[in-house]
């Protein structure tokens, strides 16, 4: 799609992956008036109801690629995770952002190492390949730390906390790549969410404070507080080296830990990101808008927050079953559940968000 013009309404974005980030990018699009197709092998493809048509097939039926490829005008992915052949399976003209992003993204190390050239600074990391591997790691780096697979884990999967050397005698190399990196003592967590452009204008939205439980994201809050707005210039810095330098058309992310020595970049998504769900009601223009915008050629919108405080909660497991009842509280509650058939413990099933023309009684004090 290089210096091509935008795409006019009713052309086709294909969306690589099915999940809930799949059906808000297909949502922002509808409503810009372009047509989506979904392609993820079979399972719980929330994204389908949003789409126009949806391709259940599996990362290696090339000739479904090919033939889901033909009917797209341009083809981007809501999951870092899709594997790099079924993504060569499609014409590159076709791919925003560039998949070099999501070939660096999908290994921890390459990724670590990506950012750390261009000035960031990481939690001290080795990479294990081997039980011998582990045992220098643990050495080297020390406890407490966390062994994590080096590809395909997400929201705390494929990672092993250790908090001592007596407890990394229970842990095994588990037989795949891995890193192995110290814990952060952090303040707290926060992500620089940007859009890109083509002509490399560049859109980036405030950042929210964000907890994790197991690994996972819970909670973003606006305004993050000042540990994080002290940090905010140098990680925006770190981020917007990383996407120029990758060429990104289209929304990155890169995750932080605020510490007390400055920001410690963690990893990033070369996608829209849960701690960026608040932007729908919360920012100018959503991070699912702003990719589309960016992956068809439209100008980028404003990413100013509209509210002087914003909460974000994920709505996990069996408390979606009755979400419904949020809506009956105060707070100005904006439930989004994504249709996921089945409520298993530590699953996202969707999330709310509050908005408020009111400061938090810490920062109007
Ligand atoms: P990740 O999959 O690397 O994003 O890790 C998920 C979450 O685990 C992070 O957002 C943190 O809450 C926690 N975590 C991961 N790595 C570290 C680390 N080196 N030190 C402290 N906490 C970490």
């Keep these: 799609m290089?210096?091509?013009?935008?795409l006019p309404p009713g052309s086709t974005i294909g969306i690589l992956g099915g999940g809930q980030l799949g059906r808000m990018l297909a949502m922002a699009a509808v409503q810009l008036g372009y047509r989506c197709i979904g392609y993820a092998p079979a399972g719980d493809n929330v994204a389908a109801s949003a789409c126009d048509d949806f391709f259940e097939n599996g990362w290696g039926?090339?000739?479904?690629?090919?033939?889901?490829?033909?009917?797209?005008?341009?083809?981007?992915?809501?999951?870092?995770?899709?594997p790099l052949s079924a993504v060569e399976a499609i014409p590159t003209t076709l791919l925003?952002?560039?998949?070099?992003?999501?070939?660096?993204?999908?290994?921890?190390?390459?990724?670590?190492?990506?950012?750390?050239?261009?000035?960031?600074?990481?939690?001290?990391?080795?990479?294990?390949?081997?039980?011998?591997?582990?045992?220098?790691?643990?050495?080297?780096v020390g406890t407490p730390g966390i062994?994590?697979?080096?590809?395909?884990?997400?929201?705390?999967?494929?990672?092993?906390?250790?908090?001592?050397?007596?407890?990394?005698?229970?842990?095994?190399?588990p037989g795949q790549a891995c890193i192995y990196e110290g814990m952060v003592n952090f303040e707290t967590?926060?992500?620089?969410?940007?859009?890109?452009?083509?002509d490399g204008a560049m859109r980036i939205w405030d950042s929210s404070a964000n907890t994790h439980d197991s690994g996972m994201l819970v909670h973003s809050v606006l305004p993050a507080g000042s540990v994080?707005?002290?940090?905010?210039?140098?990680?925006?810095?770190?981020a917007e080296k990383t996407a120029d330098a990758l060429g990104y058309v289209g929304v990155l992310t890169l995750e932080f830990f605020a510490t007390q020595q400055g920001p410690v970049f963690n990893e990033m998504a070369p996608r829209v990101h849960n701690s960026g769900h608040w932007t729908i009601e919360g920012a100018a223009t959503s991070q699912f808008e702003n990719h589309i915008r960016a992956i068809c050629g439209l100008p980028l919108g404003g990413t100013e927050t509209r509210f002087a405080s914003i909460d974000m909660r994920n709505i996990v497991g069996e408390?979606?079953?009755?979400?419904?009842?949020?809506?009956?509280?105060?707070?100005?509650?904006?439930?989004?559940l994504y249709g996921k058939r089945e409520a298993r413990e530590g699953r996202k099933m969707g999330h709310v968000t509050r908005v408020s023309h009111d400061k938090p009684p810490e920062e109007s004090a």
């Excluded at 479904?64 to 083809?75: N, P, S």
């Excluded at 994080?228 to 770190?238: C, G, N």
């Design 228 to 238: 994080v707005e002290s940090q905010i210039a140098q990680a925006r810095q770190i």
């Design 96 to 140: 925003v952002p560039d998949p070099k992003a999501l070939e660096i993204a999908q290994d921890r190390l390459s990724e670590k190492r990506f950012v750390e050239e261009l000035g960031a600074v990481c939690a001290p990391y080795l990479r294990v390949e081997s039980d011998d591997d582990f045992a220098r790691a643990l050495e080297r």
């Design 319 to 336: 408390d979606a079953l009755s979400a419904h009842k949020i809506l009956a509280e105060g707070g100005e509650p904006h439930l989004h």
């Design 61 to 82: 039926d090339t000739a479904a690629l090919a033939a889901f490829a033909t009917k797209c005008d341009v083809v981007t992915w809501e999951f870092e995770n899709v």
């Design 2 to 6: 290089a210096n091509s013009a935008p």
């Design 189 to 198: 967590e926060f992500s620089v969410i940007l859009a890109r452009a083509e």
């Design 147 to 173: 062994l994590k697979t080096a590809r395909d884990g997400y929201d705390g999967k494929g990672q092993w906390r250790i908090a001592s050397a007596h407890e990394a005698e229970g842990v095994r190399f």
